[in-house]
């Protein structure tokens, strides 16, 4: 049975840090691939500055273009918003019943995964794989069987919200970005 791992986001923009996580899943781990799932916009986040849909889409066909176990997934596009991730693991386990699914997060969001929708079910049905934050967080999750830690991913501390302040301040954000999305936000004049 094919392991896809799924990486939600906003990817307002994709950036390296968002590759690097997705690449130590796709080669360090039992997984097949991974899928950046591109959210049209996460229930518990305000819409502000967040660029169009197809342009972070876009992004992040280009961001993963190179790599052969790491794709991106539109889904969340044709389901109904807000976008819940009960509904889109129900979505794809029943539109790929011989696949299973894996969900990627940081241990920032494990601890707000009780204010999730269904969380519950989400647990029972499927793993999750949880990625170090530069301050390790606690939560009773930890211990909960389908919860694994990769304290040997790397700790990344790039954000995208500082990445359009500093496009907005006009500085230097080249070596956060992989190449193409640089030159397709330069192009552009996103975040400006």
């Known amino acids: 049975m094919k392991k896809t791992g799924l990486f939600f986001g906003s990817f307002n923009p994709v950036h390296t840090g968002h590759m690097i996580l997705a690449n130590f899943f796709a080669e360090h781990t039992d997984l097949d691939e991974v899928q950046l799932v591109v959210t049209p916009q996460n229930p518990l986040k305000k819409r502000s500055n967040l660029l169009q849909d197809y342009h972070r889409l876009y992004m992040a066909r280009l961001a993963t273009e190179p790599y052969t176990k790491i794709n991106v997934s539109n889904v969340e596009f044709q389901l109904p918003k807000p976008n819940y991730t009960i509904v889109t693991l129900t979505h794809l386990s029943d539109t790929y019943p011989g696949r299973?699914?894996?969900?990627?997060?940081?241990?920032?969001?494990?601890?707000?995964?009780?204010?999730?929708?269904?969380?519950?079910?989400?647990?029972?049905?499927?793993?999750?794989?949880?990625?170090?934050?530069?301050?390790?967080?606690?939560?009773?999750l930890k211990s909960h069987p389908h919860v694994r830690f990769f304290d040997e991913a790397p700790i990344v501390q790039i954000s995208a919200s500082s990445i359009r302040k500093d496009l907005k301040e006009g500085k230097e954000v080249r070596p956060l970005l992989p190449p193409e999305v640089y030159k397709y936000i330069m192009e552009m004049g996103f975040y400006r």
Do not use: A, H, Q
């Not at 969001?109 to 269904?118: A, T």
């Not at 934050?133 to 606690?138: H, S």
């Open 100 to 140: 299973e699914f894996v969900l990627l997060m940081g241990e920032d969001s494990l601890v707000s995964l009780p204010k999730w929708r269904n969380y519950e079910m989400i647990l029972e049905n499927y793993e999750i794989y949880v990625y170090p934050r530069i301050t390790p967080v606690e939560t009773n």
